[in-house]
């Protein structure tokens, strides 16, 4: 693992230009840099190919660790180890030896282009065994500017999906500068498009149907919870910061200082109360996601289950977490907090647009199941 100076070094190093690349948006390639140079893109790459083969607790407290001064750029890291992953489960060996020692090589950062629910990029089946890609996905985090990207398409002959690992740069590929959300500016998160994309025979994926790779969809879900934690953390960590620094008492409050206001010291408790909850459900599912990981193919069915519960049971108090303190920042901070250069509102907006990603209500309805039938979750895209 990366030493700890090191990566305190990188994260006062983020801290310094978040609120202005939040402002700016477009590409952050030299943050990026340093994520690289301090060897985090290896650290879900397993140690035969040469990476750091840290555990799923190690990998997910990193990225916390970086979402509490920017969001977007811990997205980019766990979508790389996403990626990763995919190769991890879905290749075969020669796969597996090619692209994740190439990932250790190369330093290389991964796109995304798999949604199996976007059918709009087309694969057609070609005579050596390959396939030609023609049509475009949208909300490719980390496309631009990676090295590798994952893809997925939709074979109108068989009605399948297919899957494959393509160099970003091949010819007919345009990764487009089409992403300008409200929050996570930053996750080159814009639309690919494919034109005449040929994937070679070694390049296609199988992806496999069973409980050991099926973990993959719960690593995605992970990487959610884990940032929705970090800003949680990141908006208590700054709200301390200015009320400590600027904040004074109410007219009304009998008292000298800020922080001994009985309303604001409510308010900050139950800020934490809610961060401290969300981590711990966190890192009890990243444990139980290890547990499960370690097993390999072996895993069963009802395991990988009660992964996806606890998976659930944490993104649901992340969630609220992530909204609800980076909302109450502003109640604890006060009027000259929304001073627009301070971007405290940078949180809430990034919560708010990652928060999006799937309905909280059907999470919720799978762990009420559970809680009143003691129905685990079903395995679908998002479980």
Known sequence: MMAMRDLAGLLEALRASAAQRDRDGGHAAQEKQWIADAGLLTLAVPREFGGLGARWPEIYETIRQIARVDSALAHLLGFTCLQVVSVNVWGNAE?????????????????????????????????????????????????????????????????????AVVPTTREG???????????????????????????????????????????????????????FVGIAQGALEEARAYVTRYGKPWISSGVDK????????????????????????????????EDAWQQGPALDAETR???????????????????????????????????????????????????LHDPLDYRVRDVGRYALSGVLPEVSLYT
Not at 95 to 112: C, D, F, I
């Open 305 to 355: 289950a009660r992964v996806a519960l606890a998976t659930s049971e944490a993104k649901i108090v992340a969630h609220r977490a992530a909204l609800d303190v980076s909302e109450k920042l502003f109640d604890a901070c006060g009027a000259r907090a929304t001073h627009a250069p301070l971007a405290l509102d940078r949180f809430w907006r990034n919560a708010r647009v990652h928060t």
């Open 95 to 163: 796969q597996r030896a090619r692209y994740l020692s190439g990932t250790v090589e190369g330093r290389w950062w991964w796109g995304n282009a798999v949604n199996p629910l976007d059918t709009r990029l087309v694969a057609s089946a070609t005579s050596d065994g390959g396939y030609r890609l023609d049509g475009q996905k949208g909300f490719c985090s980390g496309t631009r500017g990676s090295h590798m990207m994952t893809v997925s398409a939709h074979d109108q002959a068989t009605g399948k999906a297919v899957f």
């Open 258 to 289: 800020a922080t001994d206001d009985p309303y604001l010291v409510q308010r900050f408790g139950e800020m934490r109360l809610q961060a401290v909850s969300a981590e711990a459900l966190a890192v009890r599912a990243a444990y139980a996601l």
């Open 173 to 227: 590929i345009t990764v487009h500068e089409d992403w300008n959300p409200i929050g996570q500016r930053q996750t080159d998160s814009g639309s690919v498009s494919f034109v005449q994309v040929l994937v070679e025979p070694h390049e296609v994926l199988e992806r496999a149907d069973t409980s050991y790779a099926s973990l993959r969809t719960l690593i995605s879900q992970q990487v959610l919870t884990n940032l």
